[in-house]
């Protein structure tokens, strides 16, 4: 778990300063803090959306707010426009790891503050409803054990091919009962098993820590049996896995004293190749995950790389294209180099293989005070994984440490920085860190199989001061809306979906969580552009406009004047009856007066609506029209540059 560069990213992810006493419960809102909210004018739908609200400041910790109706109408607002009929990855859930360490500091509690913090983490009504479980196969730097194991383990010198000594009783102590109960809180959560290390006999140098596996058939078959022997022991112990990856990080090439090893993808497909086959015998339900490591190769592990041989920098596009591509599932991904939207260019590669999001831990510098870590933590986290993974095909955004102590211990090598959703006080008291909100705006939500479906979204991971939102649809049809105010002032959006939105302001750097039960009805339904082409004068980066991505906008760069226009060739004439012009985040880049025009050449164009612009979406409805070509001018003067973050046509 290589994260030298999350500290620096997140100025912290450590400990929260209000505790869990005894008594209390791991989510306390404030006391009855009903605020109100702006909402459009007009006629109300019958439609409400219910609110909870997380702030940097901890004044609101996933609080309740009063819900707030969906009208009639438009709004002059930023507009976040949820289209229920694009949909996305189906999801499995959201969570963190029980590691040796966590579990170790949990039984450090009483039983009764225990349950009651397992409560606060996996039921859905007393807490957020964890949903997904990333489980450690043997040791990793977390661990409270004084010497790393797996279960496996024989004299060095010694091998064991029939698996004799396979065991999984070290945890059956700890690990097992807290994941048994796990799973009686929450009946829906999913659970990955991933090794750090084979068993040292296994590997070259004998050790836990680095080396790789003897390239030897023999050994390949031994690992991939090791692996199957443990999913079914975990099985037979109530705690069915329903993903595996085969090895945690394979190019952390040189772990800091704790177990890991460099598998390179000939290694890697090897072993799945052995392993495939023998989990659809006996564990049908365990999906195999390939390469489990960082968006981009860290360049530390790319240094790291033997003399002579390829970094590897494309491994989970060689994995997915190799042989042993038929037993994957997908890639799993963790956040300590790179970005989110690597996901979707391996996805873009491989549509039918899926994307789960497995690991990233807070971290914190030194000086960094509670309230530093807690602000920071909280607002990279729900722009980089909350929505930044989710908009790029994630399956699952997973924590590292369920819980750790104070210290953020125990641990054995590694990390000396992590932090976990919640911390064992030594008072014996439970406190909830950042990272417990920022997993529980999705996992209290957002339902195991629910889909993600289409929001616009104007905030960038990177951090750009404007919105971001990722929307889901639970199976029983419910919508859950999750919104990320980037700037540190309060910002005033609206949500639509079809013809109804409501207005609503949140405060800086909060996330909101937006659920209502059933959507207004729409008959619009999106039309593609893909594959469209555009122009613009002032002619620069217009395709900015057409890609479906809010984040990114063509601007005039000047002062808005009646000679400005986008235009988008479809390359087919296609139909459409409303064009959605938005310019997003930008308050009063509007088009102070506007006209759309069609055309099936490209050169004879036919004027189809014209009006002044009122705020940042305008929605021009028509009657239904068939053109290859649309052109969107500008009619008006002022003194704005004209922005244009996503311009969309329906059907």
């Known amino acids: 778990m290589k994260r030298p560069a999350i500290g620096a990213v997140v100025a912290g992810s450590a400990l929260l300063l209000s505790g869990l006493s005894a008594g209390a419960q791991a989510v306390e809102p404030p006391a009855a803090k009903a605020t109100p909210a702006t909402t459009t004018t007009g006629t109300s739908s019958g439609t409400k959306a219910n609110v909870w609200v997380t702030t940097p400041d901890r004044a609101e910790l996933l609080h309740q707010r009063a819900p707030v109706a969906f009208t009639k109408g438009q709004s002059a607002q930023t507009t976040i426009t949820v289209d229920p009929s694009t949909k996305y990855q189906t999801m499995d859930g959201f969570g963190a790891s029980i590691t040796d360490s966590s579990a170790a500091v949990l039984y450090q509690l009483t039983p009764a503050v225990r349950e009651q913090t397992l409560r606060s983490l996996f039921d859905r009504n007393q807490g957020i409803g964890v949903s997904f479980l990333r489980q450690v196969l043997g040791s990793s730097d977390f661990t409270a054990a004084p010497q790393h194991y797996t279960y496996d383990d024989v004299p060095a010198g010694q091998t064991d091919f029939p698996l004799r000594h396979f065991s999984i009783a070290h945890d059956q102590a700890k690990i097992l009962p807290l994941a048994r109960r796990a799973k009686q809180l929450n009946p829906s959560l999913k659970v990955m098993a991933t090794p750090w290390s084979p068993p040292a006999w296994m590997k070259t140098g004998d050790s836990l820590v680095g080396g790789r596996l003897k390239d030897d058939p023999k050994i390949y078959n031994a690992y991939a049996r090791y692996l199957v022997k443990f999913v079914k022991a975990y099985e037979a112990a109530g705690v069915p896995v329903d993903f595996l990856s085969i090895q945690n990080e394979p190019q952390n090439r040189k772990p800091s004293g704790y177990p890991g090893t460099d598998m390179p993808v000939r290694q890697a497909a090897a072993v799945i190749e052995q392993l495939g086959p023998m989990l659809r015998a006996v564990s049908p339900r365990t999906k195999i995950l390939g390469y489990d490591h960082n968006w981009t190769t860290h360049p530390g ?351």
């Open 301 to 651: 592990d790319v240094n790291g790389t033997p003399p002579g041989e390829d970094p590897e920098t494309d491994y989970p596009y060689q994995l997915l294209d190799s042989p042993a591509g038929k037993w994957i599932a997908g890639t799993a991904y963790h956040c300590y180099s790179g970005n989110p939207s690597d996901q979707t260019a391996l996805q873009k590669t491989f549509p039918n293989k899926g994307i789960w999001f497995t690991e990233c831990s807070g971290s914190h510098g030194a000086d960094d005070t509670p309230p530093q870590i807690f602000r920071g933590t909280l607002t990279w986290h729900a722009r980089t994984l909350m929505l930044g993974t989710t908009r790029n095909w994630a399956k699952s955004v997973v924590n590292w440490n369920i819980a750790l102590d104070d210290k953020g211990g125990p641990y054995n090598g590694g990390c000396t920085t992590c932090t976990g959703l919640v911390t064992v006080q030594p008072d014996g008291t439970v406190s909830t860190d950042a990272e417990y909100y920022t997993i529980g705006h999705l996992s209290k939500f957002v339902r195991t199989g629910a889909q993600r479906i289409a929001s616009t979204s104007y905030g960038t991971t990177g951090w750009n001061g404007q919105l971001m939102s990722s929307a889901f649809r639970n199976p029983d049809g419910s919508t859950a809306l999750v919104v990320h105010n980037e700037n540190d002032d309060p910002r005033t959006f609206a949500v639509a979906v079809g013809d109804q939105s409501f207005e609503y302001t949140l405060p800086g750097g909060s996330i909101g969580t937006f659920t209502w039960d059933r959507s207004p009805k729409t008959s619009l339904t999106p039309v593609s552009l893909d594959g469209a082409t555009a122009s613009a004068v002032p002619a620069a980066d217009a395709a900015l406009a057409f890609d479906a991505d809010g984040s990114t906008v063509w601007q005039s760069k000047a002062a808005q004047a009646a000679d400005q226009y986008v235009q988008v060739d479809l390359g087919m004439a296609k139909q459409f009856r409303r064009i959605a012009i938005d310019s997003g985040g930008n308050a009063g880049d509007y088009a102070r007066g506007w006209q759309v025009s069609t055309s099936f050449d490209g050169t004879t164009w036919r004027p189809l609506a014209s009006g002044t612009g009122t705020g940042q979406l305008t929605n021009v409805d028509v009657k239904q029209t068939r053109a290859r070509y649309v052109r969107i001018a500008s009619t008006g003067t002022a003194g704005n540059w004209w922005s244009l973050a996503d311009v969309r046509l329906y059907n």
